[in-house]
């Protein structure tokens, strides 16, 4: 199940549970007869009903729709309000589902703030109104909700966050994993194309791995390819973006940069790798493989081909070089 389609079943359940509750808040009301609670508990089980229905129609952008916030204001200040207007002590109850409400569908910090906006001026009114220690019972009950509520949505945020990095970084090295390479390279496709900046790629392959995993074993060419991670991490600029494709090549996506500026940094990189003394198998060389989108190169495919071809050709001509291929050019 994607994150939007959780949320949307979350928010809808939530928004139906709370409508529940306060339309059974209404009705009781309406049969001891105090009216204008009644109208109240409608008014506001109306608000929450018209929060689910305004999920299922945002069902594709929840995280980014602003009707709830407008929704989850409106019931807050409804509750402020008739605390303010009328002499009901039960009423403070009815904060209960708000509060849950406001964090379960707003972002953290939107939710948090809502609450304490409807909490602080709620404990004021209560302290004026009550006796301290009925008034203190209620003010801890909704603050210890609130407290565990946020501690708990604080958690999840994290633990899907670590999930998401965990699925786009690879284990051994760190980079980016090829999964996330697709993706990023065709969003980086799209920009070049909007905007008409260079954008280039290399393809790096580290020369002689599979004799290094012979002869050191397959523990050494991971720690080769981890510690040259870290090196290629502080060669590229920010912005640039690494990604480790199998256990000993890697691809970086170059955002505005032409093809002289490729041939810069490819030589950088390979003269800097060839310099550097290594753990375990002391000298290491790369092959280079570089490429520079044409107005024809639409398609992710197209430029991860090409650069993996003139990394061959690179190697091809010997370890420890680089090779350009040019970019597919449409005439107009
Ligand atoms: N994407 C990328 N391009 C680089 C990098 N280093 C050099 N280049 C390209 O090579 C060109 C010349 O780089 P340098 O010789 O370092 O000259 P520079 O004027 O200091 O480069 P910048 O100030 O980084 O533009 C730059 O304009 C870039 O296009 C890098 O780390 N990443």
Same mark, same amino acid.
């Given at each position: 199940m994607t994150e939007t389609r959780?949320?949307?079943?979350?928010?809808?359940? %939530? /928004?139906?549970?709370?409508?529940?509750?306060?339309?059974t808040l209404a009705m009781q009301n309406l049969r001891y007869g105090f009216y204008e609670?009644? /109208?109240?508990?409608?008014?506001?089980?109306?608000?929450?009903?018209? %929060?689910?229905? /305004?999920?299922?129609?945002?069902?594709?952008?929840?995280?980014?729709?602003p009707g709830h916030l407008i929704i989850l204001s409106g019931l807050n200040s409804g509750m402020l309000a008739a605390l303010l207007t009328m002499d009901a002590p039960g009423i403070t109850h009815w904060a209960m589902p708000l509060v849950a409400l406001n964090l379960l569908v707003l972002p953290l910090r939107q939710g948090l703030a809502l609450s304490l906006l409807l909490l602080i001026p709620m404990s004021v009114i209560l302290f004026l109104q009550q006796a301290p220690a009925e008034a203190i019972t209620v003010i801890?009950?909704?603050?210890?909700?609130?407290?565990?509520?946020a501690l708990y949505i604080w958690h999840y945020d994290h633990m899907a966050q670590s999930a998401e990095d965990l699925a786009i970084t690879d284990p051994v090295t760190g980079a980016h994993n090829s999964r996330f390479l697709d993706e990023t390279l065709q969003k980086e496709i799209s920009r070049a194309i909007a905007t008409g900046h260079p954008l280039s790629v290399i393809d790096l392959s580290i020369d002689y791995a599979d004799e290094v995993a012979d002869l050191h074993g397959k523990d050494q060419v991971q720690g080769l390819f981890r510690h040259?991670?870290?090196?290629?991490?502080?060669?590229?600029?920010a912005g640039d973006t690494l990604y480790t494709l199998n256990d000993s090549e890697f691809f970086l996506i170059l955002p505005f940069t032409p093809e002289e500026g490729v041939r810069v940094i490819a030589e950088r990189i390979r003269r800097t790798?060839?310099?550097q003394k290594w753990p375990v198998v002391g000298k290491a060389t790369v092959s280079l493989g570089?490429?520079?989108? %044409?107005?024809g190169d639409t398609r992710t495919d197209t430029l991860r081909k090409r650069a993996h071809q003139a990394?061959?050709?690179?190697?091809?001509?010997?370890?420890?070089?680089?090779?350009?291929?040019? %970019?597919?050019t449409i005439e107009t």
């Open positions: 959780l949320r949307t079943w979350t928010h809808a359940f %939530g /928004y139906s549970i709370a409508c529940l509750f306060i339309f609670l009644f /109208y109240l508990a409608t008014g506001m089980a109306a608000l929450t009903l018209a %929060g689910a229905i /305004y999920t299922v129609i945002c069902r594709r952008h929840q995280l980014s729709a801890g009950g909704l603050f210890i909700l609130l407290s565990v509520a040259m991670t870290g090196h290629l991490f502080g060669v590229i600029r790798i060839a310099e570089c490429t520079t989108r %044409g107005s990394m061959e050709e690179a190697r091809r001509r010997g370890p420890d070089s680089a090779w350009f291929s040019p %970019g597919e």
